[in-house]
């Protein structure tokens, strides 16, 4: 079983001056094995810094990251190393974490080799191996990563995340450079990966309807806090939280190819000084007096799922 609980508050020192924030408020994530959650929210939410955490690269100022029952957060244990190895992240701008000047090939095989999962002498058939799984022509394995689209070095970005044997892949807007076409490609090949490998993801996108094809359960999150959690299909049909149904406004739907910006209303507030009470209440159309002063908990209001609203509690 594989199993991240714990509550996460992370406190990220923003890049300018020594100003401290709460990017990460409290979140309580609980992910099975063979389970593909997506986390969506607005940028700046805190879903990246989340991500970061659950994988083990960010330590919570306070709480605890739990796999199988194993602290993450505990550096003197082999257990906590194997456990950090078998969880791999996905960016966004693969070229950006590709090293310019290795090629493919070594991208692909070097902590492979490092953590004796390959040998030298298997090397050559692993890195095949691994770049026929994510679709790249081992043909091509001598070549750098500026010799490749987006949508391939998203794929050499795949091949070196898999080629260590992970079972849980954090993918942090992992689609979001690409053209809609690619997204696709890519999306399907995340999916067909889960299968083939019994993969568990937490898939991270601003972008509701990318989670949408791929994702088991959805979290949204506002400003370092979830607002709601439900099973994929009770999220777009029976979406709860205010948040959620303007998220929902905002998704472009395969017969319309025009997506319309700016649905929900207003600016999202700095997350260093986020409003009291419901953090969304300044854009939210149904805000009452309480909302402004209380901060509404997550609650059951259906099988599965979770929503962090007052409106809940009138009812
Ligand atoms: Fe809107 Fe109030 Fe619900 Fe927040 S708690 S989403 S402000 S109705
Ligand atoms: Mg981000």
Redesign the pocket.
């Known amino acids: 079983k594989l199993d991240f609980a714990g509550r996460i508050a992370k406190r990220l020192g923003a890049n300018i001056r020594e100003e401290v924030v709460h990017a990460v408020d409290n979140v309580d994530l609980t992910i099975r094995k063979g389970e593909v959650v997506g986390l969506v929210g607005e940028s700046g939410c805190g879903k990246s810094t989340l991500g970061r955490i659950v994988a083990g690269i960010l330590p919570p100022s306070e709480g605890r990251i739990l796999r199988d029952g194993i602290d993450l957060l505990n550096r003197n244990s082999a257990d906590s190393r194997e456990m950090k190895l078998r969880t791999q992240m996905i960016f966004q701008d693969p070229y950006a974490s590709l090293n310019p000047r290795m090629k493919v090939a070594d991208i692909v095989g070097e902590a492979p080799l490092v953590h004796g999962i390959t040998t030298r002498g298997g090397y050559d058939a692993y890195v095949d191996e691994q770049m026929r799984r994510a679709g790249l022509d081992p043909a091509f394995k001598r070549r750098y990563p500026h010799q490749f689209s987006g949508g391939q070095r998203q794929r050499i970005g795949i091949a070196r995340a898999l080629a260590v044997k992970p079972d849980f892949i954090v993918c942090d807007e992992a689609v979001a450079a690409l053209d809609v076409s690619i997204q696709a490609q890519i999306l399907n090949l995340f999916i067909r990966l889960r299968s083939e490998l019994d993969l568990t993801y937490l898939f991270i996108s601003h972008d509701l309807g990318v989670v949408e094809h791929i994702s088991d359960r959805v979290v949204i999150m506002y400003l370092g806090r979830v607002v709601e959690e439900a099973p994929s299909e009770t999220v777009f049909a029976n979406p709860n ?3 959620t149904k303007s998220l929902l406004a905002s998704v472009p739907r395969i017969e319309s190819r025009k997506r319309a910006f700016a649905v929900v209303k207003g600016e999202i507030p700095s997350p260093l000084n986020p409003p009291p009470g ?1 953090h ?2 300044p854009r ?1 159309p ?3 007096e ?2 402004r002063v209380e901060k ?1 908990e997550l609650k059951v209001v259906a099988p599965g799922q979770r929503s ?4 809940n509690d009138a009812a």
């Not at 962090?308 to 409106?311: D, E, G, P, S, V």
Request: aromatic share 12%; net charge positive; glycine share 0%.
């Open positions: 939280h205010p948040y419901c969304f209440h939210c149904h805000a009452m309480r909302c509404p962090a609203c007052h409106l």
